[in-house]
T-cell receptor, first 118, second 111 residues
Framework: GAVVSQHPSWVICKSGTSVKIECRSLDFQATTMFWYRQFPKQSLMLMATSNEGSKATYEQGVEKDKFLINHASLTLSTLTVTSAHPEDSSFYIC??????????????FGPGTRLTVL | LAKTTQPISMDSYEGQEVNITCSHNNIATNDYITWYQQFPSQGPRFIIQGYKTKVTNEVASLFIPADRKSSTLSLPRVSLSDTAVYYCLVGDAAGANNLFFGTGTRLTVIP
């Protein structure tokens, strides 16, 4: 089945530094990928839609200059948290849509990346 | 945007059948209903998807009444490993609307 990977699985960084998270679709091509953020005991919140070859679309309230998204190929999207602060500490999850899959327009999720900003 | 409503939490004993209902009163004609399972510190995992009537796979069944304003995820004979949060999402084939997660239902299976 469709597999999505994320790297790293966890990262700890100092306040003010930037962190890059990779999301890869391993066995299918994804023209569209999605980035979510999840705080403890809360639901997933969509941050942005990543489109291959074009600019990402950000949800209201998400700073595009802080959360840089690049979707350079059909299998890779990256999220860079710039000038990270402790309030950016969260669980970041990506998903990819497999339009050719058996189920209609199903999202397949990566395992998530735990970011801790000190 | 089809909003979903689910119970916040449910408890069940091992071996019992668990039914989790999701309300989606303003579901659109083209919308599908998809259920995901999420364990702590993991990404959601696809469980089942349906459009109408009943769908069954190796892990669950999905019941959708004729008006499609609700759906019920049925987990047969749950085990401790089924303790997780379950989310239902509705969205159309273009996928524009099935990106927004509701509160989900936290299922706790008791020995």
């Amino acid at each position: 089945g469709a597999v999505v990977s994320q790297h790293p699985s966890w990262v700890i960084c100092k306040s003010g530094t930037s962190v890059k998270i990779e999301c890869r679709s391993l066995d299918f091509q994804a023209t569209t990928m999605f980035w979510y953020r999840q705080f403890p005991k809360q639901s997933l919140m969509l941050m942005a839609t990543s489109n291959e070859g074009s600019k990402a679309t950000y949800e209201q309230g998400v700073e595009k200059d802080k959360f840089l998204i690049n979707h350079a190929s059909l299998t890779l999207s990256t999220l860079t948290v710039t000038s990270a602060h402790p309030e950016d500490s969260s669980f970041y999850i990506c998903s990819a849509r497999d339009l050719a899959g058996v189920e209609t327009d199903t999202q397949y999720f990566g395992p998530g990346t735990r970011l801790t900003v000190l | 945007l089809a909003k979903t409503t689910q119970p916040i939490s449910m408890d069940s004993y091992e071996g019992q059948e668990v039914n989790i209902t999701c309300s989606h009163n303003n579901i659109a004609t083209n919308d599908y209903i998809t259920w995901y399972q999420q364990f702590p510190s993991q990404g959601p995992r696809f469980i089942i998807q349906g459009y109408k009537t009943k769908v069954t796979n190796e892990v669950a069944s999905l019941f959708i009444p004729a008006d499609r304003k609700s759906s019920t995820l049925s987990l047969p004979r749950v085990s401790l490993s089924d303790t997780a949060v379950y989310y239902c999402l509705v969205g159309d084939a273009a996928g524009a609307n099935n990106l927004f997660f509701g509160t989900g239902t936290r299922l706790t299976v008791i020995p």
